[in-house]
């Protein structure tokens, strides 16, 4: 008995391959984002997955001080500005997008519900104001739990 084939979601071969060959992580605007977090001399993981058992990654965490960061294609999580729907094989990518767009809010609420600030923010935004946003939330974390019972912090994020 041969090989079972199994028909492709993509409209084309040259379509199947082009979207195979698009990164999960390591993108352009998440490297500009951690080239300017490393600049301010702030460490973290990359890819991490917070909850283990949730299969999910953040793009950036910061272990210690619990924040998460995601840097959103604007296309694969239908970005309000961005997103065109495609015409090709719409019947495939408006019901993709609304699950990714459901699994970034059921991702969020998992982690903060596990005590993690959660930062995202679309590719298009400016890599320096970003950074600017991330390094307070966690500098200004780290200072809190050095004066404060870590289960009273509470804080607020743009973008989150």
């Known amino acids: ?22 990164r999960s992580r390591d993108t352009a605007p998440e ?3 951690r080239h300017h977090l490393h600049a301010r001399r702030l460490r973290y993981r990359v ?6 058992s949730l299969r999910r990654t953040a793009d950036i965490a910061f ?4 924040v998460a960061v995601f840097v959103d294609g604007c296309f694969w999580h239908g970005c309000p500005e961005h997103y065109r729907a495609p015409t090709l094989n719409a019947e495939y990518w408006a019901p993709k997008v609304a699950r990714n767009q459901a699994r970034d809010t059921d991702t969020t609420a998992q982690l903060r519900a596990a005590g993690w600030t959660v930062l995202r923010y679309w590719e298009h935004e400016d890599p320096w104001t970003v950074a600017d946003m991330v390094e307070a939330v966690v500098r200004g974390k780290a200072d809190l739990r050095r004066t404060a019972q ?11």
Request: aromatic share 4%; charged share 15%; hydrophobic share 35%.
């Open 63 to 66: 272990t210690r001080a619990r």
């Open 47 to 52: 890819a991490y997955p917070p909850i283990p």
């Open 31 to 33: 490297l500009a984002l």
């Open 1 to 22: 008995m041969g090989p079972v084939t199994v028909p492709s979601w993509a409209s084309s071969d040259a379509a199947r391959r082009s979207m195979q060959s698009n």
């Open 150 to 160: 870590p289960d009273r912090i509470s804080i607020r994020c743009p973008g989150g």
